[in-house]
Each structure stands twice: as C-alpha cells, then as structure tokens.
C-alpha cells in the first residue's frame, strides 16, 4: 500500500516505479512465470556445473562490489594455462538488473566453461538514483581495480592464481554495451600495464539517436526491449536536460568525441537481426571502419533484442538455442584469436 502522499511520477512496465519522494521500486511486477530470470543467485565457491562464484567488494569507500565466475581447471595450471579474464557489464537501461541475476548467471556461466575464462561482473549504480555517468565510473574503476591485482598492489586469490592480466575483454548486454565502448576509450588514454585491453565485445548496445531509427519504428518489440523502455529508461539515466543524442547512447553522432581520435582495442559488435536498435548499431559499425578501427561484426538472424539472455526462449525454441551457440561460439574464436 503506498501511502497518500507518495504519488507515482514514472513506471516502466512490470520492471520500475519512481515516486515523487525519489524513491525506486524496482519489484517484478510482470508475469509470473518469468520472474525468476530477475531473481538473485547467490555466490557459490563450490563447482557447481564446472563454475565458481563469488562476490568482492573491489573499492572499500564506495562499496562496488564484482562477481567472479571461475570455471573449473582439470589440473593445477602453470602460468602458460593462466586463463582471460572477461571483464562483464549488465544491461538493463542503466536503470535496473545486477550482476546477480539468474539472466547473466545463466549465460556466464556457460561462456566462462565455453571460453575458459574467468568472467568478472560488475555490481553498477542504477538509474535514477545515480545518473550517468555513475554506471560508467564504476565499471571504469573495476577495471582500474584488475589493473592494481596485475601490478602486486592488491590482493584477491582467484585472479592472481589463474588470470592472465594481459588478456582482458570487456563485454556488455544492450546498455552494457555502450560501456563496453565508453570504458575502452578511457582505459585508452592511461598505461594499464601490465594489464593489457585485449577486446571489446559489445552485445546488441543500445546506441540510439533522439529522432527514431527507421528499425525502431518498424522492428517488431520484444520481452526486453520495448520502445517505452527505450525512452522511459534513458529519460532516468543520462543527464538531466540531454536527449538521446548524448555521447553515451549515441557515440558516433556530433555529440561524441572523434573515433578515429580514440584508442580502442579489436572489437567484435554482436548485433541480432531483429533487435530494435540495429539501424542506429549498424550506423556506429560503419563509423568504427571509417574511423579505421578494428571491428568485427556478427548478426544473429531471425533474433531480437538480447534473445540469449531468455532463458524461456531458450529451453522451448531451438532457433533461439541454435543462434545463442553461434553468438557464444563467435565469442570464444575472438577471445582465442586476441
């Protein structure tokens, strides 16, 4: 029962409500069947199906917190078996999901087995509470906390037994993604050794512009994005008084700084054939090869927004399974080949 004086002032269908007194109620309020996907999975340091977890806090002052998933190794490697570590930032609009929901822990886990690497998934600031650039900086600063385990300055046992500081990816889902993008471009103005940026795989980013694409306004909607959430999402998250022109959501328009003035490492963009957003990610492609930087591009056919994270579609639709395996298939060719 909200009380009379707390007035509801937005909702984003069945995932948020903001109330007049600034607080957020992020309860699933959609169907029931498919609230577990946003259900939290707690850390296990016991294999479970060839995975580990835990959780880190990897900055004391503000709390941010990582999950390491770490797969397991048939024998005590040497340091020639030290494993890539794919450095992982949650979608959600910048506005809800955490790095404990079941719709990651599904699908990471089964790409640290498929790639054996270890993946390390950030706990980020959510919209509107923390307006970007929040999510960006704490993804940024997890980043910043593997390059101090790499040079000795702290500790967490995993990583320093089986990572290899020279081979990290950063990887995203939809609004992920576009940190994949902002946080290679910052640790490209500083000297991450001995941490090597090795790639960057965004996943189906939401790279928008402030006037509809003409695949938003034709794509047919899905489970995870619609176009209320687009607009409802990104009005909570980027500044207050930007469109969706910002740099954020749209880094090859005006906005933005130069790609070809960035220092970006390989990346491979992953897109669906069906998603909302492809005009406008097909658009970012084609600024990257003009801007002469290495991007690789894999289409999923017939698929919609973030389609692998559904763990629904993926036990009842073989088509859904079948992309998923190339997506994950894809992924680890280019974490072998970088």
């Known amino acids: 029962m909200v009380p009379e004086n707390k007035k ?3 909702e984003v269908s069945g995932w948020l409500r903001v109330f007049n007194d600034g607080s957020v109620d992020r309860t699933w309020t959609g169907p029931p069947e498919v609230k577990f996907m946003s259900e939290p999975v707690a850390p296990h340091k016991e ?10 806090i990897v900055d004391e002052p503000s709390g941010l917190r990582v999950r390491i ?15 890539p570590i794919i450095l992982h930032f949650h979608g959600g609009g910048f506005c809800i999901s955490q790095a404990d929901w079941y719709m990651y822990y599904h699908i990471y886990t089964k790409l640290a087995r498929a790639t054996n690497a270890i993946v390390v998934s950030v706990y980020q600031r959510l ?14 600063t997890a980043l910043l906390w593997l390059r101090k385990l790499a040079r000795g300055e702290q500790n967490e046992p995993w990583l320093l037994s089986y990572a290899d500081f020279s081979r990290v990816f950063l990887i995203g889902d939809s609004s992920g993604g576009n940190i994949v993008h902002h946080v290679a471009a910052r640790a490209g103005t500083v000297d991450l050794s001995p941490l090597r940026l090795a790639g ?12 509809r694409s003409k695949s938003e306004l034709e794509q047919p909607e899905s489970p995870f994005l619609t176009l209320d959430m687009v607009d409802k999402f990104l009005g909570l998250a980027i500044p207050v008084g ?24 390989p990346f491979l963009l992953c897109i669906a054939s069906k998603d909302l957003f492809i005009d406008t990610e ?9 801007a002469n930087k290495d991007v690789e591009l894999l289409i999923n056919k017939g698929m919609t927004h973030s389609f692998y994270l559904n763990k629904v579609a993926l036990d009842m639709d073989p088509e859904t399974a079948s992309e998923t395996e190339i997506l994950i298939t894809r992924i680890k060719e280019f974490i072998k080949n970088h």
């Open 200 to 211: 960057g795989i965004p996943i189906h980013p939401g790279f928008v512009r402030a006037e």
């Open 282 to 290: 097909m658009e970012y492609f084609e600024a990257m090869k003009k």
């Open 242 to 265: 930007s469109t969706k022109d910002h740099p954020v959501t749209c880094p090859m328009g005006p906005g933005a700084p130069l790609l070809d003035g960035l220092k970006l490492p």
């Open 8 to 10: 509801l002032v937005e």
């Open 69 to 83: 998933y770490l797969p397991e190794q048939k024998q005590e490697g040497h340091d020639d078996n030290k494993l």
């Open 47 to 56: 294999f479970v199906n060839g995975v580990a977890t835990e959780d880190v």
């Open 127 to 140: 919209a509107p509470e923390h307006r970007l650039p929040a999510a960006i900086d704490d993804c940024y």
